[in-house]
């Protein structure tokens, strides 16, 4: 009997034959905190005892989710942070670096490997064929003194691509079109795999964009195989050695098949305050919105930018309206410089915030008020997310965002295409 | 150890509550201030929260049950999420269905949750969750409810009161 990517990845890992239900122990490749989570995850692991990390050089902390740091509490939880870091010996990536996710793909992930993060959009990295899953302070505590944890081996859902994004349509439309399917609990404890021959057109931006968004339709992984993307991608990054092809077994065991014709999708969006409350963007054309939000782990990357940059080119935002914009790292930011598309932003009216969460999770950078609503594209709209019970989010792709912020009011990006 | 009959009240609660519906990240500057954080718990979801339970716990001997719908928990890695939870007087949750990761980070904070067709249950109702045989006894409506099996390796951890005690017992995990 063939082996899904997941039963593939937790079988070499556990050095078992790891099959769908079973209960396996495995190796850790890369564990990694951030700063809303970390500050726990390091009282557990002085509570457990153990003396020394098991990988220090497969170890981050990162500073990003409430960076720079809006309050002296979370600046003294920073301080802590830091000085686990240099205590123990592991990496540790300043504010202003960048978002988590973003930066383990930037630097860190590679295909087969098992990664573990104290944040629930972890699952962005099956992007590279990484079992990368989240989990929280505990469980990350001891992986950070053993090197292991255990898993339940999922069962997988396989999702079959055929056809190209039409004009307008990428690939946050594809994710949000399939949680809206899945439903927000559909995959529970489950891995979603993707495949067909409309992978080779899904750029490494996009599958990052993809995967992050699993665990909204309750995904414990989204992988991707590692094939020609994943090996350009790698080289671009300077890990090319890294690079090995991984594929499911052709008679692999899927709990569930769902094909996409690419071509059949619209611009998508989800409606507060649950993600799979989703609705094609022109049915609720002509909304007003007074913030929009564009970056985050989901869509902050560098052709989600150039998109946005190509929308608002020699346009202006709608008076009125707050246009953010966060890069999700510094090598976005830098390359985003380098193709002019930040001067093309900010020339639109837009706020470019410093790379890092931003306005996502309601800390800082973008709070809504009583009543507002903004449209974003991160990757939760679930109440209170952004700051403050009484706001409304509605999630988009980049380009529904920038034609959304010209017109004052969610807008088909298409008219501006 | 964690007890093997837990006798309480029910605090219903709905359909997919979120952690930031538990634990909202506007209180993230709270996190290294858990007794503060706590006093938020569930807060816009459920207007009153923690007075509800205090007055539950005030009356002779029972515990605390939250008893929620499908997807509790979705959302947020935080694990402060089933730890202000527990902090609040909670001493178990029975839901109709849990998102992955708060269902591993209540197990590790030793808080037990068990799954089970809550749609009967009512709120104030009188409970008893058996962890031992996995039912659920509503003692309002004499009804018995037949829970989920805990995988092994889940019943040693809450056995042990949570991630941290057992890692400390056993120095890894261990599989039978």
Known sequence: MGKTLAEKILSSKSRNDARAGDIVIADVDLIFVQDTTGPLAIR??????????????????????????????????HILLRRFAQEYGCHIYEVGEGICHQLVAEDFANPGEIILGADSHTVTNGALAAFATGMGSSDIAVALALGKTWFRVPESFLILLHGTFPRGVFAKDLILHLIGEIGAEGANYKALEFAGEGLSQITMSDRLTIANMVVEAGAKVGLFPSDDITRDFLRQQGRARSYQPLFPDKEANYERIISVDLGQLKPMLSLPHAVDNTVAVSEVKGVKVQQIFIGTCTNGRLEDLAVAASILKGRKKKPG????????????????????YIKVLVEAGATILPPGCAACLGLHQGVLGDGELCLSTANRNFKGRMGNPRGMIYLASPATAAASAIAGEITDPRDFM | MTKLTIKGRAIKLGDDISTDDIIPGRFAHLRSNLPELAQHVLEDAVPGFTAKVKSLLQEGGNKAILVAGRNFGLGSSREHAPLVIK?????????????????????????????????????????????????????????????????PIVSAILEEGGLVSYIRKHKGFVLD
């Open chain 2, 87 to 151: 902090m609040s007087g909670i001493s178990a949750i029975v839901a109709q269905s849990v998102a992955r990761i708060f269902f591993r980070n209540a197990i590790n904070q030793g808080l037990p949750v068990l799954l089970c067709d809550t749609s009967d249950i009512g709120d104030g109702d009188l409970l008893e969750v058996n962890l031992g045989d996995g039912t659920v006894a509503n003692l309002t409506s004499n009804l018995r409810l037949h829970c989920n099996r805990l995988p």
């Open chain 1, 321 to 340: 309206v707050r246009l953010l914009i966060a890069p999700a790292s510094r090598q976005v930011l830098s390359q985003a410089l380098q193709q002019g």
């Open chain 1, 44 to 77: 557990q692991f002085k509570e457990l005892g153990f003396q020394s990390l098991a990988k220090p050089r497969r170890t981050i902390i990162f500073l990003d989710h409430a960076a720079p740091s809006p309050g002296q509490q979370l600046s003294n939880d």
